[in-house]
């Protein structure tokens, strides 16, 4: 069974960030259910370039509605990426503890969406 499921109070009503949110739990799931580092890491590095990809299109999406707080949005972003490259550093050295993924996946996954990405979507549809 799947660690991370996804739900319909994920949704913040923007077909391509929820489309996007979508696969990012599939990926999250993906690197849970790895079973060698090869497969580790090659999921965190499809995850890192996905998770990029994603942010830029979000922010685009702030910017064009003019989103009041798109600058601490951004800058939450930049410190998810930051924590991903010391994930991916410690993939690669093979230091990395099972549990440190599980951790930044659901604080990161559960609690941005709901919460960060929760505030978006309302604005959006306000």
Do not use: C
Not at 9 to 30: C, R
Not at 107 to 118: A, P, R, S, T
């Amino acid at each position: 069974m799947s660690e991370f499921v996804w739900k319909s109070d994920y949704e913040i009503g923007h077909a391509m960030v929820d489309k996007q949110h979508q696969y990012l739990f599939d990926l999250a799931n993906s690197i849970i259910e790895a079973k060698t580092k090869g497969e580790i890491t090659k999921n965190v590095m499809l995850l890192y370039k996905y998770v990029r990809e994603h942010f830029r299109d979000e922010e685009r999406l702030m910017k064009d509605i003019e989103y009041p707080d798109y600058q601490t949005h951004k800058q939450i972003h930049n410190q998810l990426l930051d924590k991903l490259n010391e994930i991916s550093e410690k993939v690669a050295q093979g230091s990395l503890v099972d549990d440190e993924i599980k951790h930044f996946m659901q604080e990161w996954l559960l609690k941005h969406i709901l919460i960060k990405d929760g505030a978006l979507g309302k604005y959006l549809n306000e």
